[in-house]
């Protein structure tokens, strides 16, 4: 596909079980971003990766909240021991290279319900 | 730190109304600004983005943006409403220092018909 991918597109889950989020970023596209956007909220930068560089993780909220990107390409972003405050939709973006000039490509989001 | 402010949570308007959502921001050099959609159900698409130069930028779908420094803004405007726009407007900020974006809480836009 030419956009950037994202599965599931739900995900309903109870309380203190982990999640695992998927991301397939545009093909050569070597920046991933992960936000999170809460209800009536604008997005909150979660964790950024460039090429092979260490990833950015300032803004994750919590240790249990971590992420990879493999090769590359494909990321998963990880919650641990599900909270409430955890529902929300999280989208990934790509972007062809480092910068804020570099556009970034949205993908449709997973939304995650904690009951 | 820098911030984006969007004054308005919802605007309604009348299909074939003019549109103006405002944006402003915080920061003390000249930053990147975009302007993004999200229809429901969707992931954000780019309307608009400002740089440099002409301070009225056009966009995608009839939009349009003009860069006011003085006044810190970056309005986001279109000339005649179709029902298609109803959706979430977010506006962005970016630092040529820095990758990230700092998005505003959003604007939400319903269309009478």
């Known amino acids: 596909g030419a956009g950037v991918s994202q599965s599931p597109s739900n995900k309903v889950t109870e309380k203190g079980k982990d999640v695992e989020l998927r991301c397939d970023p545009i093909?050569?596209?070597?920046?991933l971003y992960w936000y999170r956007q809460s209800l009536g909220q604008g997005l909150e930068f979660l964790i950024y990766?460039?090429?092979?560089?260490?990833?950015?993780k300032s803004g994750l909220p919590s240790d249990r909240f971590s992420a990879e990107r493999t090769g590359g390409s494909v990321s998963t972003l990880t919650i641990q021991r599900t909270q409430q405050e955890d529902s929300a939709v999280y989208l990934c973006a790509s972007s062809l290279d480092r910068g804020a000039h570099n556009e970034q490509f949205f993908g449709p989001g997973t939304r995650l319900t904690v009951l | 730190a820098q911030s984006v402010t969007q004054p308005d949570i919802h605007i309604t308007v009348s299909e074939g109304a003019s549109l103006e959502l405002r944006c402003n921001y915080s920061y003390g050099a000249t930053p990147y600004l975009f302007w993004y959609v999200q229809s429901p159900g969707q992931g954000l698409q780019l309307l608009l983005k400002y740089f440099s130069g002409d301070t009225l930028v056009q966009g995608i779908k009839g939009f349009e943006a003009e860069f006011k420094r003085s006044q810190s803004s970056f309005n986001l405007r279109k000339p005649s409403v179709h029902w298609s726009d109803a959706a979430e407007y977010f506006c962005a900020v970016g630092m040529d220092s820095s990758y990230k974006l700092i998005f505003g809480s959003g604007t939400r836009l319903l269309v009478r018909p």
């Open positions: 093909s050569g596209h070597t920046a």
């Open positions: 990766f460039q090429g092979n560089s260490a990833p950015d």
